[in-house]
């Protein structure tokens, strides 16, 4: 018996992925993760302290466990790879990813030696995840495409399928959905060879990017056809996320009964699995985020903010639950509750809200939704605080950000806006200067309607203004 080593469930000998949290299964060696610690840090009680020093104590046995047992194969000449890839195992459950690097770097110089295709592929891909985690997308790249390299050398396909998925989400990640979405057709094409479980599960990675490239009638027919497979097998877990893409669907759609009820039924079913104690609280939270996010958005769309409120603070919770330290989901949900706040009229929240997102944001490099934010705060101080240093100020910094992003369409409506509020304050010169570059973004867009409308302003301003003189 053994546990997946992201979220800790027990997984079955011949799991490709696990069928509790979505992550592919490449390494058959103990290497869980007990994923509840960051609720045991909240709750700082005396019980869940010796709980975590329990914890720390098993791990340190078995360090020293390993230890030995390398120190008596290197006596006796033998191998001491797999031994090394436990131990960085090890490493890796106590969170300590530097030194879980720095050891499957010592098992990877051992496989090379021995010219062993196959571990040294584990070696580069548990690498890649580990740079994955510590946000290092690229390096992560860098490892999973020399293990698909060496996997593809001794055939080896299903190992194969699960690294083309790592690359894929690591693309995704990074927005690269060209990529991406390349990586998971490669995986796609070749589970298609192998069986239906991995094609169905490869293909539920693909709906992701099809939601980003809005190809809605795709993902309704791998969804349709997914959640029979999931029935048939009784997969509860396939099921219930399957459900809650078919909600995200259906919420696109504009079809908000059917999102309402898809969604509602997927946490019931999530609720009676954790009562039966199938589930952990982690992987409760992992599935429940995204259902409690467009449950909320929904009852946002229909002003119903009280329900609104419960349900985005649910997703948020959720989201704290799987991660200790900061997610970019987490930034999502936070923006939800600062339109929320501002559709409710508490606009102090809102913008309260708003930064906390963009910090957010900001850390993970996502700068266009900084600007938005900005964007979006600058309205606020404008139209409902009238406060138009604030606004100009939040203006010209989400103004900066799209300019050095050529965002020409955004940086024109700002200069617009702005110009405006010169001209409501008697700036005249500051006012004309602004519509005039936003009217040259309008030409460049080939926005005629736009760019004649700012000419007229800023004659019909300068023949006033002449006027007055």
Sequence with gaps: MKNCPYCNEIIGD??????????PLIVNIDRSLD??????????????????????????QSIKEIDASIEKEQISGGSIGELLLKKASVYYKKRDFSESLKILRL????????????????????????????????????HFEISIENLKRINETKKLILVYNNTANIFYLLKDLEHAYEYYNKALELAKQENLML?????????????????YEKIAR????????????????????????????????????????????????????????????????????????????????????????NYLLSSLEAIRTIESGEDINEALVLKNLAKLYVLNGTYQTAIDYYNLSSE?????????RVAQIKYKK????????????????????????????????????????????????????????NWTNAKNYYQELQDNYNADL?????????????NIV
């Design 378 to 433: 600058a309205q606020i101080y404008l139209n409902h605080l009238r406060d138009d240093t604030e606004a100009i100020k939040n203006f010209e910094e989400a103004l900066d950000i799209f300019e050095d992003l050529r965002y020409m369409k955004e940086s024109a409506e700002i200069l617009h806006k702005l110009g405006d509020i010169y001209i409501n304050k008697g700036i005249v010169e500051l006012a004309v200067s």
């Design 14 to 23: 011949n799991w490709t992925f696990c069928h509790y949290c979505d992550k």
């Design 360 to 368: 957010i944001y900001y850390k993970f490099g996502e700068d266009d």
């Design 199 to 215: 094609e169905v599960k490869t293909s539920s990675n693909l709906v992701d990017i099809l939601f980003a490239l809005k190809n």
């Design 107 to 142: 098992a990877l110089n051992n496989f090379t030696e021995e010219d062993d295709f196959l571990n040294i592929a584990i070696c580069h891909n548990e690498m890649g995840l580990i740079h994955e985690d510590n946000g290092f997308y690229n390096d992560a790249i860098y």
């Design 222 to 309: 791998i969804l349709n056809r997914n959640i029979e497979y999931f029935r048939q097998n009784k997969d509860y877990h396939g099921i219930i996320i399957s459900m809650i893409k078919m909600g995200k669907l259906s919420y696109h759609l504009g079809n908000y009964e059917s999102s309402e009820k898809t969604l509602t039924n997927s946490l019931n079913l999530i609720d009676k699995l954790k009562i039966q104690n199938d589930l952990s609280s982690f992987v409760k939270a992992k599935l429940n985020w995204e259902g409690f996010l467009y449950l909320g958005k929904l009852h946002l769309s229909q002003n119903q903010f009280n329900e609104a409120e």
């Design 35 to 60: 994923r509840s610690i960051g609720e045991k840090i909240v709750m700082q009680n005396q019980y869940y302290q010796e709980e975590d020093r329990a914890f720390d104590d098993e791990i340190e």
């Design 454 to 466: 700012l000419d007229a302003k800023i004659n019909s301003t300068l023949e006033s203004d002449s």
